[in-house]
Every structure is written in C-alpha cells, then in structure tokens.
C-alpha cells in the first residue's frame, strides 16, 4: 500500500504504474489524473479521477464502459476483474447459472450494446442476478448513467486497495 504522500512523489511512469489500472483498460485517466498531482487524500484522487471521466468525450465514456468484461465471461479480464468476479461466486457458477448469466449478458448487451457493470465486491451471485434482471429494465440514459457510477464505484474500490486513506497534512 502507499500513502498519498509517496503517490504525490511519484514519477508519471511511477504513477501510472500505480494507477494506470484504476479504470479497466483505460490508462488515459490515469495519465490525465498525473499532471492534477499533488492530490489531499485517496478520496481526492478519486474525485479528479471521477472528473476526467465525466469531462470526456461521450465516445471515450462509451469506450470506457465497453472496456469492461461481461460479469461471469471467461475471457481476457484483468487481475482486478479477475478477483472481484471470483470473490462474487460467479467463477463458481453451476452450469444452470452460468447459462442464465449468459442469457443475461445476452438481452442486456442487445438492449444497451455495452456489458452490463456492477461493482461486484461484496455481493453474492444472487444480488447480481437480480441487478441484471432488475436493470434491463432501465432506459439507455439511465442505465448509461448507472454503468459509469458503477464504474465509479469499482475504481474507488481498488483505489482503497492500493492507496491508505491518510490525508496529507
């Protein structure tokens, strides 16, 4: 772990190192997120973080949220996603659940044309089958909007792994 002080002390390479993985697949926060330095707290780097985001393009938030695997899918994930998704269960799914999940990730994919998002750590497979069936429902701007506070959400999470929440003094 790092305190704010050794992130404020780093170099760019350092830094994006660090952070460069905060954000699935989308290094480019992390590097804007590197000339805002110095940063008071984790939740303040998380902030600037959050803003880069919301001041990007509509294309780059759409690149952003399709960066991000399917909940369950055995593809190419990183070592984050790799981790919240088995701490969920969903690496443990029987073959029932599994092709429900892959049904899931099917309507939802056809309705909105990204993968379904959820900050997964702390949940069980049900709760997520249930925001899955819950969520289809959604409009394309509110599940647009619901996406990237889950991303949001996922980024803080292993923000809290990396760096202590010691504010600078």
Known sequence: M?????????????????????????????????ELKPFSSLNHLHQEMVKIVENSSFEQKVALIKAHPNLGER???????????????????SQEEYTQLIFLNQQYMEKFSFPFILA???????????????????????????????????????????ITNIPVK
Request: no cysteine; hydrophobic share 40%; proline share 1%.
């Open 2 to 34: 790092y305190t704010i002080t050794e992130i404020n002390n780093t170099t760019r390479q350092q830094f994006l190192g660090i952070a460069g993985g905060i954000f699935e697949h989308s290094p480019w926060i992390a590097e804007k997120a590197a």
């Open 75 to 93: 593809a190419s994930m990183t070592i984050d996603s790799t981790q919240e998704q088995k701490g969920a269960g969903l690496q443990n799914l």
């Open 120 to 162: 997964v750590r702390g949940k069980n497979k049900q709760q997520i089958f249930d925001a899955m069936e819950e969520r289809i429902h959604h409009s394309n701007e509110i599940e647009f909007e619901t996406a990237l506070s889950e991303i949001f959400k996922i980024a803080l999470l292993r923000l809290q792994e990396k």
